[in-house]
């Protein structure tokens, strides 16, 4: 129990018992709250449920490490590429110094504060990923925010060689298997098994992308 004076803010007693908590997870009730016996089994398996097997944010403003911030040593490498013509970058920069031709500084403004900017051409994030990796899994979730400003050619969002992926599709017959759909494919032994979403990928404007699979 956390001893504050009244200060006439419930903001401000809330925040000191934010300050001091350890746990991952902090549930807030005011004094007129209550948690409903119903809701304790959710909880619990909230709590317990297990976290992401890698989570990239891509908001480090510099460099070219990409961290794993789910903790299981699964950093990128970002390579940008050497082409040339409309919209290409030269070099990673960052979020502040002004230069239109680096990933980080034309990435600067995110869905969730900062991010990367990849010219769809050339540039990527790549992961090393040896045997007994924690990303060779029979069931998995792929979700990313995405950001795309025009389409002129078929757009990994995330893949794992000969395994499973996310894409978007510029053309009916490119990866994706249909115009301007998000395809999320897994690889089933000898050929790709792919389901595509209902709706065109917007143009500039965010959108959360997430593909699933049970194993079924």
Not at 23 to 32: A, Q
Request: net charge negative; hydrophobic share 40%.
């Amino acid at each position: 129990v956390l001893a504050q004076a009244w200060q006439g803010d419930f903001s401000l007693a809330r925040n000191l018992g934010v300050a001091r908590a350890s746990g991952d997870w902090v549930l807030v009730l005011d004094c007129d709250e209550v948690l409903s016996r119903a809701d304790h089994a959710r909880l619990q398996r909230l709590l317990q449920a297990p976290g992401p097997m890698a989570y990239w944010k891509m908001d480090e403003c510099q460099g070219t490490t990409i961290h794993d911030s789910a903790g299981n040593n699964l950093s990128g490498t970002l390579t940008i590429g050497t082409g040339a013509g409309t919209g290409h970058q030269d070099s990673a920069g960052t979020c502040s110094a002004v230069d239109a031709t680096t990933v980080w500084y034309n990435g600067r403004t995110g869905k969730r504060n900062n991010s990367i900017n990849l010219d769809g051409t050339d540039d990527m994030v790549s992961i090393t990923d040896g045997t007994s990796s924690p990303l060779d899994v029979n069931t998995m979730t792929l979700a990313a925010w995405i950001y795309i400003g025009a389409t002129a050619s078929d757009r990994v969002i995330m893949h794992k060689v000969n395994a499973y992926g996310l894409n978007l599709a510029y053309s009916a017959g490119g990866v994706g298997g249909a115009a301007g759909k998000i395809g999320f494919h897994r690889f089933a032994g000898a050929s790709w098994s792919s389901v595509n979403s209902t709706s065109n990928q917007p143009l500039n404007s965010w959108v959360f992308v997430v593909g699933t699979y049970d194993g079924t």
